[in-house]
């Protein structure tokens, strides 16, 4: 499935969510797997036909495991709960249902060869799936837990074809579903969870796989979290909180670090007006989510946009301000973005087209988009940033060009939306000093460059890797071969088939050593370009393409804009991002350090 949200003040994103109908070619006897909650039996997918340069023959699939108890009825809106366990052999050889969800099709050439592989939606929903070559409690190979995208509107875990990269490398492979929209996101007044349920259900996952995975071929202490899009906000906000410490060790980020819309603790206005939209009374709380409780799925899967709040458990203080303060896990860090991530809007809304944008256009839409960027900082006027954007990005001599206006308008938004806040989260990860127990975090950070070929229906003026277009390369869609087993399935080039088996090994090597360029333990070495690690002071990036090149300090000028001079105008003190040794700054970071631990502790 292919999928776009909008929100309500013209904010368009584009997300691949998309899936591979997988065929077996057929199979041996079921394998069991002892897991906390009861035995489970899963299937082999065999690759042999299916997934070219494949370097196992088989890969065990486990479909459909629940982590935690269905949020209905009185769960709606609550903590995610403990699955009940069960005797004898429950058979999970097919996805579960995935969470109830905004629909967004999109039409495309190799968006309509794809489709979803979980065909029921229910709010019995959170199940997460396993792939892996090996079973053996003892191979202790690493784990990556997918976190999907979609917004916090649509996707599941079941879309994504992880058969594949499993069959090319030693990993263990996990996808979850959470829940969505109001049902993962409405703010309550409850002092246990006044929000971020669809975050804390990722949490309750990771502490199954925590418990379980090693039964699964996996080492419980190598986990790395990694998502794209929403999925990568999702990752760097459990990077932020205590509540998530411990439960992994490598994260990855890509297209998304949270820098969105972010809502105190009580602040229900967003859950009154959806009361009030669906006939509850507001008169009494409880009355109200009393009301909400009852209503059916579908009546609450409107499109406002979701949000965070700072809760005081799972988010201690706003994303802007725990990567200021660095005030967040130490943890290896991979994470990037595309070069051209709202390309996608050039076929998606009118004022952006072939013939450019009007000034008018131009000013009218950043207004609308600005919104959502001050709602960060906790303020609601855009006027005291909105000339200053436009200076910063508008060359006078080429302002009333109207081609120029529409090609900045798209990387004021790529500026803004996502590389801004991907290089505040690597200046913070990386700034961190390290400590006598623990060495500092390794940072790595990209720009994915290329644009590949089965794009060619989109607009020739959008050139760069779109929004979405990583998903293809990293879960190897390139590979997959057609239904005679002969051919390759889609008209990726040879180029971009070895892009694709290059990012694959990046990301599993990360996972396994905290370095893309450490091949140690893979099952087939590849030559690739050297990955420089990032550094505050080097700020060292890779430029994914057919031939990737290192580079520094990502475009340089638009980053200080959007990570110090625009904070500074919303009234927020900028902490310097210079790499520094300094007694002041290394004491300030311990002692966040420290109150990190102790609230873990506390929350524990």
């Not at 071929?217 to 929403?230: K, L, N, Q």
């Not at 303020?379 to 900045?408: C, E, F, G, K, N």
């Not at 940072?443 to 070929?453: G, K, N, P």
């Not at 002969?486 to 290059?502: G, I």
Request: aromatic fraction near 10%; charge should be negative.
């Amino acid at each position: 499935m292919a999928g776009m949200y909008c929100t309500s003040r013209g904010l368009c994103v584009f997300v691949v969510c998309t899936a591979v109908i997988l065929s077996l070619t057929g199979g041996s006897d079921a394998v069991v797997v002892s897991t906390t909650h009861g035995d489970v039996s899963g299937s082999e997918f065999l690759t042999s036909s299916v997934v070219g340069n494949a370097v196992f023959d088989r890969v065990f699939t486990f479909k459909g495991i629940p982590y935690a108890a269905p949020p209905v009825g009185d769960l709606r809106w609550r903590p995610p709960q403990d699955p009940t366990s069960w005797t004898g052999v429950r058979d999970v050889t097919e996805f579960g249902s995935r969470c109830p969800q905004v629909e967004f099709p999109l039409s495309g050439t190799i968006y309509d060869a794809i489709s979803v592989r979980s065909n029921s939606s229910s709010e019995d929903c959170l199940f997460l799936n396993v792939y892996t070559p090996n079973v053996s409690a003892t191979a202790n190979l690493p784990v990556m837990v997918w976190i999907h995208g979609g917004g916090w509107y649509s996707g599941s875990g079941a879309s994504y074809p992880a058969e594949i990269p499993t069959s090319l490398h030693n990993v263990v492979m996990v996808t979850i579903n959470y829940r969505l929209a109001h049902l993962g996101f409405l703010p309550t007044l409850d002092d246990d969870a006044p929000g971020n349920f669809g975050l804390l259900d990722t949490i309750k996952a990771l502490e199954w796989v925590r418990g379980n995975i090693r039964n699964f071929g996996g080492d419980p202490d190598r986990v790395t979290i990694f998502g794209e899009s929403a999925g990568g906000w999702s990752v760097s906000l459990l990077v932020m909180s205590p509540m998530a410490t411990g439960l992994f060790h490598r994260a990855i980020s890509q297209s998304g670090v949270a820098g969105f819309p972010v809502r105190e603790k009580r602040d229900i206005t967003q859950t009154q007006n959806l009361a009030l939209s669906l006939n509850c009374s507001t008169a009494s709380y409880d009355d109200m989510m009393s009301c909400l409780r009852g209503l059916p799925s579908e009546n609450l899967l409107t499109t406002v946009f979701p949000s965070v709040v700072t809760d005081g458990r799972f988010l201690l203080q706003s994303p802007w301000d725990l990567m200021n303060h660095k005030f967040i896990n130490r943890v290896d860090y991979l994470l990037g973005t595309n070069n051209d991530e709202f390309g996608y809007m050039a076929s998606q809304v009118p004022y952006v087209d072939a013939d450019g944008m009007t000034r008018a256009e131009f000013e009218t839409n950043l207004l609308e988009n600005l919104q959502l960027v001050v709602e960060q900082y906790l303020r609601s006027s855009v006027d005291t940033i909105l000339q200053p954007v436009i200076d910063q990005y508008l060359d006078p001599d080429m302002a009333d060009d109207p081609i120029y206006r529409r090609d900045q308008f798209l990387q004021l938004l790529t500026d803004a939306w996502f590389a801004a806040p991907t290089v505040m989260m690597a200046q913070a990860q990386s700034g961190m000093p390290a400590v006598a127990w623990q060495a500092s975090s390794r940072v790595y950070q990209y720009e994915l460059q290329h644009r590949a070929s089965v794009f060619s229906f989109r607009p020739p003026y959008v050139t760069g890797a779109d929004h979405g277009d990583d998903f293809f390369l990293m879960f190897g869609i390139p590979l997959l071969r057609d239904d005679t087993g002969n051919s390759w399935k889609y008209s990726f080039t040879q180029e971009e088939r070895d892009l694709s088996l290059d990012m694959m090994a990046y990301w599993v090597n990360f996972a396994a050593n905290g370095d893309p360029n450490d091949s140690t333990g893979a099952a087939r070495m590849r030559d690739m370009v050297h990955w420089p690690r990032y550094t505050p002071s080097s700020q060292s990036y890779l430029k994914l393409d057919v031939t990737s090149s290192a580079d520094v300090k990502i475009r340089e000028s638009n980053m200080k804009f959007w990570n110090e001079e625009v904070p500074r105008l919303m009234g927020k003190h900028v902490h310097s991002n210079r790499a520094s040794h300094g007694t002041r700054e290394t004491s300030c970071s311990l002692s966040v350090l420290v109150f990190t631990f102790v609230v873990s502790y506390l929350l524990a």
